[in-house]
Every structure is written in structure tokens, then in C-alpha cells.
């Protein structure tokens, strides 16, 4: 997912995503202290009950585009993975109703691998070329399950805490 990206990934300006914190995020629910213990558990059993059964879901990534705030790899198909958040979204909604926005809007299944740290000093148009030399392929991934967590950042970097793991199977 990485290795064929390490130069590219280490660019000036840019924060790599080291391999134990590659995900793909589904959904941003509000933030943790403006709901209860009960609340954030019913938004959990409502998720564990919509996705229960529906199966691994399985993506494949592309090659990596270069953004505005990172290096990100698309994935497909989005379907099967937008079913997965919207799933989300209603078990959220039904717990804490319109208190919270819905994000992202629209959702499109992606995996980001850098993070502009010193977007001035990212050049964009060299880290574009640097990739049109990287001879390397799609990569597909299975997701056997869904993580819930409490998510935060601490000037440094983004940080979760683990609250629930929902088999998908």
C-alpha cells in the first residue's frame, strides 16, 4: 500500500500515515463529549444490528492522487462501502436526531497515505511527476469488520480511541 510510495509519501511538507493507522474512514459523528455513555451505546448496538451479516467488504484502492491536504488512494466499489455509512448515519440519527452534521455529505471510500504537515512547503507539481514515475498497481483490500471510535487531534497528529468492533461477517 505504501512501499511503492515511500519517497513520494516523505515529500517535503508532507506527514506520512504510518501502516498501523491506515484506515478508511466512513462517518464523522459529533464529538464524543456531547453525547452519554447511553447514548454512544445505542448508537453502537443500532450500527452492530444494521451491518450484522451484511459481509467483509471488499475495496480496491487505486494509485495514489495528489490533493490539497494529502495523498489519497480512491476506492471502489463505492457502493457496497456508502451502504456501510449510511447504515452509520441512521444508527446515529436515531440516537442523538439532528444534533450532529452529516460528514461527509457525500460519501467516497478512500484511504489517505500523507498529510499535507507544511502544505508551503509541498510542491505539488514535483510530487505529481515523482508519481507518474512509480510503476505500480491498484491494491484490494478486505474489511472483515467496522472499528467505532473516538477520534481527536492533538496539534500533532489525528488519535483514536477504540470503542467497539462490529464484525461485518
Do not use: C
Not at 480496491?60 to 456508502?82: D, Q, Y
Not at 505529481?128 to 496539534?155: G, M
Amino acid at each position: 500500500m505504501l512501499h511503492p510510495y515511500a519517497d513520494l509519501i516523505r515529500a517535503p511538507g508532507m506527514k506520512m500515515v504510518l501502516p498501523r493507522r491506515l484506515h478508511v474512514t466512513v462517518l464523522h459523528a459529533g464529538p464524543q463529549a456531547e453525547a452519554s455513555d447511553a447514548e454512544i451505546a445505542a448508537m453502537t448496538d443500532g450500527v452492530r444490528e444494521a451491518v450484522a451479516g451484511t459481509g467483509p467488504i471488499e475495496l480496491v484502492f487505486s494509485r495514489p492522487s495528489i490533493g490539497t491536504v494529502g495523498i489519497g488512494r480512491a476506492a471502489r466499489p463505492g457502493a457496497a462501502a456508502r451502504g456501510r455509512w449510511e447504515a452509520t448515519w441512521t444508527a446515529t440519527t436515531e440516537v442523538m436526531g439532528e444534533r450532529w452534521q452529516l460528514l461527509p455529505e457525500i460519501y467516497n471510500p478512500h484511504m489517505t497515505i500523507a498529510y499535507a504537515a507544511d502544505a508551503h512547503n509541498a510542491d505539488r507539481a514535483e510530487m505529481k511527476s515523482a508519481l507518474s514515475d512509480v510503476d505500480a498497481s491498484e491494491v484490494t483490500l478486505t474489511f472483515p469488520e467496522l472499528t467505532l471510535v473516538s477520534q481527536w487531534h492533538n496539534h500533532r497528529r489525528i488519535i483514536w480511541e477504540p470503542l467497539a468492533t462490529l464484525p461485518l461477517g
